[in-house]
């Protein structure tokens, strides 16, 4: 009886653990705050996120195209899947999407209606990037993707704002040759459909 009470204050000690927030060290120095892990709530601690991101896409770009794409490229732009905050204060900065997004799912989801579109799934299925390659109003060739790991859509806080994709573009390097040209068919997607091109 002694050991029976003592095996469930440890698993009720461990499933307080799990509801405290807490803070996970990872690459690149950014910090991901996980509160009330039970519910999902989860906010990133400065900009750290968006430079990952660059060295995911830097990496799925070589990867799909066998070439080398700096992730410093300086016209990079994407909408995060988590609201950011500065350390110290509890205000939300950085989680408006970009003026873009819609358009982006847009072409996205049109892409892959019609094949047009270049991927990479991985992690048992649980990472997914898409990728196609349209152009700027100048004529420079730009490339839009998408990228979800784990549905990590669905970890926001829906009060702050509904679930929406990492999507974003970046340009200023030439198209590559194996790269899928974006679909120029028209689609009419209602709102709630530009939100995440996975869904």
């Known amino acids: 009886r002694v050991h029976r009470n003592v095996l469930q204050s440890q698993a009720s000690a461990r499933r307080a653990r799990l509801c405290q927030p807490r803070t996970v060290r990872g690459e690149s120095a950014w910090l991901i705050k996980v509160c009330q892990r ?4 989860v906010r990133v601690q400065g900009p750290h996120l968006v430079l990952l991101i660059r060295r995911w896409v830097s990496a799925f770009h070589a990867c799909l195209y066998r070439e080398y794409l700096s992730p410093q490229l300086p016209d ?11 350390e110290g204060s509890s205000a939300i900065v950085n989680f408006a999407p970009q003026p873009a997004h819609a358009q982006w799912v847009s072409v996205l989801r049109t892409s892959f209606q019609s094949g047009a579109i270049d991927r990479v799934i991985c992690n048992n299925s649980q990472c997914h990037y898409w990728a196609t390659w349209s152009q700027l109003d100048d004529g420079r060739p730009c490339c839009i993707f998408a990228l979800r790991i784990y549905q990590w859509e669905q970890l926001v806080d829906k009060s702050v704002s509904p679930p929406r994709a990492c999507v974003g573009t970046y340009f200023g390097v030439p198209k590559p040759q194996s790269a899928t040209s974006a679909s120029k068919i028209f689609f009419h997607w209602k709102s709630s459909q530009l939100l995440d091109p996975f869904y």
């Open 76 to 86: 990079f732009a994407c909408t995060v899947p988590f609201p950011e905050w500065k």
């Open 38 to 41: 039970k519910l999902g709530q």
